[in-house]
Nanobody, 123 residues
Framework: VQLQASGGGLVQAGGSLRLSCAAS????????MGWFRQAPGKEREFVAA????????LYGESVKGRFTISRDNAENTVYLQMNSLKPEDTAVYYCAIKTWGLPSTSREQYAYWGQGTQVTVSS
């Protein structure tokens, strides 16, 4: 399984970015997709997750109402639309695959990880 995240960059506070994560090597429509982030010196933090069909989503408290996760099973891609960005959103963002059950906030339940994409929000 390979995951390729992209779309990170430098943005001013209040701005928006859209991250993408393309998956290969597994039937994309059968896996749960998640986004996590890790800031320097901090634990990897859950951001969002989406069910196989896209009908169920889960968000971390710090991003609720600002971020939206979606997926396109025909394109084997999951997205993270990030609006109203804050300096505290600065981190490396990782996409991940969970192969069983329901969307989860627990990083230990995700078996495959992408390489990460840097998001930097300036104040």
């Amino acid at each position: 399984v390979q995951l390729q995240a992209s779309g990170g960059g430098l943005v001013q506070a209040g701005g928006s970015l859209r991250l993408s994560c393309a998956a290969s090597g597994r039937t994309f429509s059968t896996v749960i997709m998640g986004w996590f982030r890790q800031a320097p010196g901090k634990e990897r933090e859950f951001v969002a997750a989406i069910s196989t069909s896209g009908g169920s989503t889960l968000y971390g408290e710090s991003v609720k109402g600002r971020f939206t996760i979606s997926r396109d099973n025909a394109e084997n891609t999951v997205y993270l639309q990030m609006n109203s960005l804050k300096p505290e959103d600065t981190a490396v963002y990782y996409c991940a695959i969970k192969t069983w059950g329901l969307p989860s906030t627990s990083r230990e339940q995700y078996a495959y990880w992408g390489q990460g994409t840097q998001v930097t929000v300036s104040s």
